[in-house]
């Protein structure tokens, strides 16, 4: 029984472990670079949307559970409030699913014969902006007076995220 879930509590670990990775080294990194606390807002490489992304190609519906368990998690390290954190999750959690979904009319990921290099990148490049817009509306909603940072905000969640797959994809193969 357990053996059959190795996938799903490895999606988990490696997107708690990207996480602890871009938050602790490469967000500090960042830090040292950029001193206005805006830009500070967002990661500029964000490996946990390359975990999404190649999860989510490989492994389909079966790899949102436990994204979406890993997103709560590390989202509780600065949202506190749950009614923010958990449409926030769903939103990181289903852009992927979404892209794939909207470019290829499939609901379990990829086939192997489609799981190449310029896929990864077109669904990197269409999830992270899925994901930015809808981080973007769901917090216009649920925040007040939220707004005044959307072209920088939208700019870089993009950036990271695309950053963060092609890097991890690289790394990965």
């Not at 949102?64 to 949202?79: D, E, K, R, Y």
């Not at 923010?84 to 192997?112: A, Q």
Request: net charge neutral; proline share 3%; hydrophobic share 55%.
């Amino acid at each position: 029984m357990l053996k059959k879930l190795i996938p799903e509590f490895s999606i988990f670990f490696a997107y708690l472990i990207c996480f602890l990775i871009t938050d602790r080294i490469l967000f500090q990194i960042q830090s040292h670079f950029f001193e206005s606390k805006p830009l500070l807002s967002a990661a500029l490489i964000f490996l946990p949307h390359g975990v999404r992304v190649i999860s989510t190609v490989v492994y389909g519906l079966r790899s949102l559970i436990p994204l979406f368990c890993a997103h709560v998690l590390t989202g509780l390290s600065f949202i506190s409030d749950a009614y923010l954190l958990i449409p926030l999750s769903l939103v990181s959690t289903l852009c992927v699913w979404l892209s794939i979904h909207m470019m290829y009319g499939r609901v379990n990921g990829l086939s192997l014969e489609q799981i190449t290099f310029k896929n990864i990148i077109l669904i990197a490049f269409l999830s992270s902006i899925l994901n930015s817009i809808g981080n973007y509306l769901t917090k216009i909603v649920l925040i007040d007076d939220y707004g005044t940072l959307f072209n920088q905000e939208l700019f870089l969640y993009m950036l990271g995220d695309f950053l963060g797959t092609v890097l991890l994809f690289f790394l990965y193969t």
